[in-house]
């Protein structure tokens, strides 16, 4: 059904950077907050970012500073800017299409591997 296409992710030395990019179908974007989240080994999936429909962005802690999230409306794609990468960082990273507050309106993309490692 709604696919969204995640790209972006790699193997990246400590300190430096990546930028992940989520492209949705218009009927999905133009109506859907976006958000990133990641899943490390052993871990449960937390949220990295997030960004509203109006651009209102969110950010874990974790991330706060050196992370940015933007969404290019015309291009239906969100990014996640990830800056001064920690081998922490190394985690599977989703994309999220959703509507804050309503369950079952949401999509999820297959997920891109980010690692961070000297």
């Known amino acids: 059904q709604v696919e969204l296409v995640e790209s972006g992710g790699g193997l990246v030395q400590p300190g430096g950077s990546l930028r992940l990019s989520c492209a949705a179908p218009?009927?999905?974007?133009?109506?859907?907050?976006m958000g990133w989240y990641r899943q490390a080994p052993g871990k449960q999936r937390e949220l990295v970012a997030s960004i509203t429909t109006d651009g209102s962005p969110n950010y874990a802690d974790s991330v706060k500073g050196r992370s940015t999230i933007s969404r290019d409306n015309p291009k239906n794609t969100v990014y996640l800017q990830m800056n001064n990468l920690k081998p922490e960082d190394t985690a599977v990273y989703y994309c999220r299409a959703y509507i804050t507050g309503l369950r079952g309106w949401d999509y999820w993309g297959q997920g891109t591997q980010v690692t961070v490692s000297s």
């Open positions: 218009r009927s999905v974007f133009s109506t859907r907050d």
